[in-house]
Antibody, heavy 121, light 110 residues
């Protein structure tokens, strides 16, 4: 069974940093692209970032480009999202999701349970 | 990248069929067959119900179906059941090698 478990969320002040992790199991982690998708309280889904299976290519939404960095450790089956210069508008539940293949953006299945990031002074 | 356009809400009675539209541009929905749909119940993670425009993952009811015409994709749910009440989101790959979601549609089963 494929499982994704996020961790690392919490409360941080504006301008601060946070690193999210997503532990994956049940599939060949290095063969699949992975994505982060967020959902602000009471709002819809917003794609944040993606990375190819090998980690060779990364992709970002304009809203986080230059502030967030996605990476993966294929030896530890773990996906990361380093978030710097956090803003109030980054407050959301962050989900990691497995892409349908090694290329980015086909579909997302499954999703983790999510981890809440709150940016507030 | 602007969000795909979905109706904010739709409703139907048990047993009826409803359709949710998802309108984009030739740079996303219209340009690729990488449209997917997700169902999200309150407090839960989204669940994939349609991928590549019209394919159903294993285990998803055949009451869910997807299609696309031009820049608009559609999700149809037939034989509405109370358990179908949820939020639904479409998504598409884009020409910028990114992904864009729709704003979401709240389905109410009357």
């Amino acid at each position: 069974e494929v499982q994704l478990v996020e961790s690392g969320g919490g409360s941080v002040q504006p301008g601060g940093s946070l690193r999210l992790s997503c532990a994956a199991s049940g599939f060949t982690f290095s063969s699949y692209a992975m994505s982060w998708v967020r959902q602000a309280p009471g709002k819809g889904l917003e794609w944040v970032s993606a990375i190819r299976g090998s980690g060779s290519s990364t992709y970002y939404a304009d809203s986080v480009k230059g502030r967030f960095t996605i990476s993966k450790d294929n030896s530890k089956n773990t996906l990361f999202l380093q978030m710097n210069s956090l803003r109030a508008e980054d407050t959301a539940v962050y989900y990691c999701a497995k892409d349908g293949g090694n290329t980015v953006g086909n579909w997302f299945d499954p999703w983790g349970q999510g981890t809440l990031v709150t940016v507030s002074s | 990248q602007s969000a795909l356009t979905q109706p904010a809400s739709v409703s139907g009675s048990p047993g009826q069929s409803i359709t949710i539209s998802c309108t984009g541009t030739s740079s996303d929905v219209g340009g690729y067959n990488y449209v997917s749909w997700y169902q999200q119940h309150p407090g839960k993670a989204p669940k994939l119900i349609i991928y590549d425009v019209s394919n159903r993952p294993s285990g998803v009811s055949n009451r869910f179906s997807g299609s696309k015409s031009g820049n608009t994709a559609s999700l149809t749910i037939s034989g509405l059941q109370a358990e179908d009440e949820a939020d639904f989101y479409c998504s598409s790959y884009t020409s910028s090698s990114t992904v864009v979601f729709g704003g979401g549609t709240k389905l109410t089963v009357l």
